[in-house]
């Protein structure tokens, strides 16, 4: 079963890592989280969950308004083919999270380290970075070193990597 957001906020705690968490409605599209949001500071992430031909996995967060071209990505981020999204399937199994509501904070549900989490240069560079807490529900900020943290613990190893244009 995937973690829940209550047991990703006591891995957290666990930690040490301080956040803080807003509800709001359902979003689904980065055009939805900017409409009802409101005003949180930071960097607003995008996701995208893809998989090469070897059915290699990648987790990429950029920012909201990131260009990323899917055409190149996967010369940049290591895959052994072109990409294409991950199916709605392997994103719950993998991740434990449903399309809309995809999150960097879903490396906490890969325990077998499937799935290779590429964090975009550009978005790390903010003090604060916000993702939802494995629902779509709700808005997490977390400061850019201790989303840090939070990764290595989960066992991942998080590649900044330059992926947007």
Do not use: C, W
């Not at 260009?67 to 199916?87: E, M």
């Not at 629902?135 to 590649?159: K, Q």
């Amino acid at each position: 079963m995937p973690k829940t957001e209550a047991e990703l906020m006591a891995f957290l705690a666990e930690l040490g890592i301080a956040v803080s968490t807003i509800r709001h409605p359902p979003l689904y599209t980065v055009a939805d989280s900017q409409a009802l949001r409101g005003e949180i500071a930071g960097g607003h992430t995008k996701n995208l969950f893809l998989k090469d031909k070897k059915d290699n996995f990648f987790l990429v967060t950029v920012g909201e308004d990131a260009v990323v071209d899917l055409k190149q990505i996967h010369q940049l981020i290591g895959a052994a083919s072109r990409v294409s999204f991950g199916k709605p399937e392997m994103l719950m199994e993998l991740l434990g999270v449903s399309p809309g509501a995809v999150t960097v904070f879903g490396v906490i549900n890969d325990s077998q380290n499937r799935v290779k989490l590429v964090l975009d240069k550009d978005l790390m560079e903010h003090a604060v970075i916000n993702g939802h807490p494995l629902t779509n529900e709700a808005t997490t900020s977390i400061a850019a070193g201790d989303l840090l943290r939070f990764v290595e613990a989960t066992g991942h190893d998080a590649a900044i990597l330059k992926v947007s244009a």
